[in-house]
């Protein structure tokens, strides 16, 4: 049996996912007869039917199904060769890939970028917001050279900085009659209209765990995906709500109040590096972050006493 070429794969790749030699010509931008000759040589060369030809369309026999999986692993495989050789450009290049929760960037990561290029003014960026889940594997693929997530306990062998602990706040429309309080408790949202995280965000489970302690049901509820969102629901006067300080940092100050929650429901994160080892660019910008977090977590502080 001869070797298999890369055209003939991706010819027969084609033809599966498109369902006709003529469609994956369109595909790969070569002729039908092109398409059949590749499909003709791959089969005399694995010595197997791979279609069962029928006017213009190809039905694929229980080989080729199978084939196919073993093809799509062959082209999972070159994605990752091609991922990994742009990684070692990037690293070459100056580049920092970071992978963070959606809640830092619209403040805490843009501010952390600006203070890192006074000193490395030549760093270009790749950002990539996702969840902690998502951030922790990617990082042990070598995916990013830094990500801000959260870190469970059962993954604390991981290389990782823990930044300043917060605490989630309460966030009000400003002419709200809880905004004249010194804090907001749990208790206080009963029958509150509320503005709630995502099904799957840790902080929200914290949240209800709180309530249910309490026995407290707010009123209706709108529920957003991401917590930098949060302060535009607030500012509508659609509800108040519990969230983390990063999501306050590019809200307008004019028609929110921030109050401490109470009892408190503590926020950490860390900042995490790939497995085999951490980047120089990587390691002075997980230390410029750890200040960004600590001077916004004194900035909302001021914000308790306005």
């Known amino acids: 049996m001869r070797s298999l070429n890369h055209r003939q794969m991706l010819a027969f790749r084609a033809v599966m996912i498109s369902g006709s030699m003529t469609a994956a010509g369109r595909i790969l931008h070569v002729s039908q007869p092109a398409v059949t000759r590749l499909i003709r ?5 694995l010595g197997l039917v791979l279609f069962v030809r029928k006017w213009s369309s190809v039905r694929p026999t229980a080989e080729a199904i199978a084939l196919f999986r073993e093809v799509e692993k062959y082209f999972e495989s070159m994605e990752r060769i091609r991922d990994n050789a742009r990684q070692m450009r990037e ?9 963070a929760m959606s809640t830092l960037s619209s403040g805490a ?4 970028i600006r203070r890192f290029r006074i000193s490395q003014p030549q760093t270009d960026f790749f950002i990539h917001s996702d969840n902690s889940v998502h951030i922790l594997d990617a990082l042990q693929h ?4 830094v ?12 290389d990782h900085v823990e930044m300043p602990v ?14 004249r309080q010194d804090s907001v408790s749990v208790e206080d949202l009963a029958g509150q209209p509320f503005i709630s995280l995502g099904i799957s965000s840790l902080l929200r489970m914290q949240i209800e765990a709180s309530m249910e302690a309490a026995g407290v049901q707010p009123g209706r509820t709108v529920q957003t995906l991401y917590s930098n969102t949060v302060p535009s629901y607030v500012s509508a006067g659609l509800g108040i709500s519990v969230a983390d300080i990063f999501s306050v940092m590019a809200m307008d100050p004019g028609k929110i109040a921030v109050k401490p929650f109470l009892p408190a429901i503590e926020f ?8 085999h080892a951490r980047s120089p ?13 600590r001077d916004q977590i004194a900035e909302v502080e001021q914000l308790f006493r306005q």
């Open 281 to 293: 660019g990587a390691e002075i910008f997980s230390r410029v972050f750890f200040d960004v977090v």
């Open 91 to 99: 690293k070459q290049d100056g580049r920092l890939r970071i992978a």
């Open 109 to 112: 990561l843009p501010e952390a």
């Open 147 to 158: 990500g801000l997530c959260r870190v469970p306990p059962e993954r604390a062998d991981i």
């Open 142 to 145: 070598d995916e990013f050279s």
């Open 41 to 45: 040589d791959l089969e005399a060369d």
């Open 166 to 179: 917060s605490s989630a706040i309460c966030l009000l429309p400003r002419d709200h009659r809880l905004a």
């Open 268 to 275: 950490r994160f860390s900042a995490i590096f790939p497995a």
